[in-house]
């Protein structure tokens, strides 16, 4: 359907936009400068730049076009259409093709698409993440080989260097199957990102801080939105299990130090508690159980449903910005309390970064107005009870 077309120009501050509208040349629309407040003028009829007539036809296609008001490359269309989210995908993907974005919104009940010229794609050099992968073996290396030469985890029969190396290939299995999952879910919905950036921590205990993927394309929907954050700990949790179970199986009840002031990934002391009867506080871990451990425990942290966090994402896909947003600030208070008042400082500290890292608020998928759907809903449960089986909990 051909929509009439009006340039119109502020006679105050020289503002122009396009709009859907019959006026002639010459008319004026009293104070409607969005810029200024002055009064617009009519100067062009019937022309509409070759951005607008692309987007505006593939918008026309899948939604009734209300109204429109258009600005190099920027658009506000109202719309209406009777399934929002197969329409928003579909044109999505066609105006993509035309270089452009589209986001949808809802605003005192009606229906908005708003359009934008699409930024060019960040080029990503890989050699930085290969050095930084090859510097997080370094790391855990050395991790697993202080954990055995201090007699922290169980004694291998092929000495310390075996240890090491059993310790940090399946804590890096475990981290990558993390980053496996959020690619995976990238690659299903058209979303570029980069491969993981492992993060290297030369720390006796643990050897790393994980690893990152930076997501360098908007995410189009709920749906994706709630897969990208979800997929990753789903993954690293499923690979998790099996290592660790096989980490206590082969663990002694005694000796060991580790776990005497550590809070324990409920899914850990419940292996225990099958292994031995009760959970050992003085357990002498084998490097698989404690690479188990740690990744059990960053997938909780993962989990978290703050910020752009892993969970923040599956949660943002069922809350509105608003909502989320003050659940961000609540997680973050909340554990700087429970932080001070039971002396834990990585708490403390863990509170503090939410608050400081997610201070804005998480802006959600491009189709912000659709609801999840039936498996969308299930992600979200299954990524519910993993965060609850990854708790630390006293011991």
């Known amino acids: 359907m051909e929509h009439p077309v009006a340039k119109y120009r502020c006679e105050r501050c020289g503002y122009d936009e396009y709009r859907m509208s019959a006026r002639e040349v010459g008319e004026i629309a009293l104070g409607e400068c969005p810029r200024c407040g002055g009064d617009f003028q009519v100067v062009e009829c019937g022309k509409k730049p070759k951005e607008l007539a692309e987007v505006e036809e593939a918008i026309g296609k899948r939604f009734e076009i209300l109204d429109f008001s258009f600005r190099r490359g920027r658009g506000d269309f109202l719309v209406e259409t009777r399934d929002p989210s197969r329409a928003f995908l579909k044109t999505f993907r066609a105006v993509k093709k035309r270089g452009f974005l589209i986001a949808m919104r809802e605003r005192e009940g009606e229906l908005h698409l708003l359009t934008t010229k699409a930024p060019p794609v960040e080029k990503s050099n890989i050699a930085t993440n290969i050095v930084l992968l090859l510097a997080t ?104 299990l099996p290592i660790t179970t096989m980490g206590i199986a082969l663990s002694e009840p005694l000796g060991g130090e580790l776990f005497k002031v550590l809070p324990t990934p409920l899914i850990f002391a419940l292996l225990g508690i099958f292994k031995f009867g009760h959970f050992p506080s003085a357990l002498n871990p084998h490097p698989f ?107």
């Open 137 to 240: 073996i370094g790391t855990t290396l050395f991790a697993g080989f202080y954990l055995s030469s201090h007699n922290l985890v169980i004694q291998g029969a092929w000495g310390h260097f075996s240890n090491a190396i059993l310790f940090s290939l399946a804590l890096m299995a475990i981290l990558g199957a993390h980053e496996m999952g959020h690619k995976i879910a990238a690659w299903r919905h058209d979303v570029a990102t980069t491969w993981p950036y492992f993060i290297p921590f030369p720390h006796p205990y643990i050897g790393t801080f994980g690893a990152v993927i930076k997501v360098k394309s908007p995410i189009p929907t709920k749906e994706a939105l709630v897969e990208m954050g979800a997929c990753g700990p789903i993954l690293g949790f499923l690979l998790a």
């Open 289 to 395: 159980a404690w690479a188990g451990f740690i990744g059990l425990l960053v997938t909780w942290l993962n989990l978290i449903p703050a910020g752009q966090l892993d969970g923040g994402h599956v949660v943002r896909g069922v809350l509105s910005k608003e909502q989320h947003h003050r659940l961000t600030r609540t997680l973050g208070f909340t554990f700087i309390v429970l932080g001070l008042l039971t002396g834990i400082l990585p708490l403390t500290m863990w509170g503090l970064l939410i608050l400081l890292l997610f201070g804005t608020p998480h802006g959600g998928a491009l189709d912000d107005v659709s609801k999840l759907r039936g498996r969308q809903k299930i992600i979200v449960g299954v990524a519910l009870a993993i965060f609850i089986l990854c708790l630390p909990i006293p011991l």
